[in-house]
């Protein structure tokens, strides 16, 4: 197991390991055996082949359980595993642009940008000037002005341009299948109120 896993499972007292004097013994599906001593309890544990888990250590008298130990730990694991799975990272990506770029590159840029915010990426479009360009940053601005409208339904601005050094640059972010189904449905509402 990483170190990482080791961390979030939380690590309970198992066994020999429990300190408390008396404890209150719960069974292996939850029904209630009493309060008794420890030496009692791990007894009983032992008896049914199973390990002594102190789940609740602040209670009074503390709460221990009767389960298979290394089972639990197993089936934490997989859960923890799951939630990793089910979370998506958003990664920033970056599209890179000149002032003088031609219409056919700035269409495929924009198609790749398309296709980083449908993935679920962030987008950071950047227009680099060089030299004397630099004197021009409403080119920078218009260019990224036109790529916002062009991405404009399956993007919304995160951060507006900002000059950066020679750098001019807008943050995307990717429109959610919730806020497009908003839209889609305000748009087929408008629809019907035009028509009737």
Not at 76 to 90: G, L, N, V, Y
Not at 95 to 105: M, N, S
Not at 179 to 187: H, L, P
């Amino acid at each position: 197991m990483k170190e990482v896993d080791k961390d979030i499972i939380k690590q309970l007292r198992v066994n020999q390991m429990i300190r408390a004097q008396e404890v209150r013994l719960v069974g292996e599906k939850g029904e209630q055996l009493g309060i008794m001593p420890l030496s009692q309890a791990q007894e009983f544990a032992r008896k049914h082949d199973l390990d002594l888990v102190e789940v609740a250590p602040a209670a009074v008298p503390p709460v221990c359980r009767l389960l298979d130990y290394g089972k639990y730990k197993y089936q934490q694991a997989k859960k923890e595993q799951e939630i990793r799975k089910s979370q998506k990272t958003s990664l920033l990506r970056e599209i890179r642009l000149r002032p003088k770029i031609g219409d056919h590159d700035f269409e495929a840029k924009a198609r790749t940008a398309r296709k980083l915010l449908a993935d679920g990426d962030k987008v950071k479009v950047t227009v680099l000037f060089r030299g004397r360009e630099i004197t021009h940053p409403e080119l920078g601005w218009k260019l990224l002005q036109r790529m916002t409208e062009t991405l404009n339904d399956s993007s919304s601005i995160e951060r507006q341009p900002v000059m950066e050094g020679k750098r001019m640059n807008i943050i995307l972010t990717p429109v959610t299948t919730k806020a497009k189904a908003r839209e889609e449905i305000k748009e087929s509402q408008d629809a019907k109120a035009e028509n009737a």
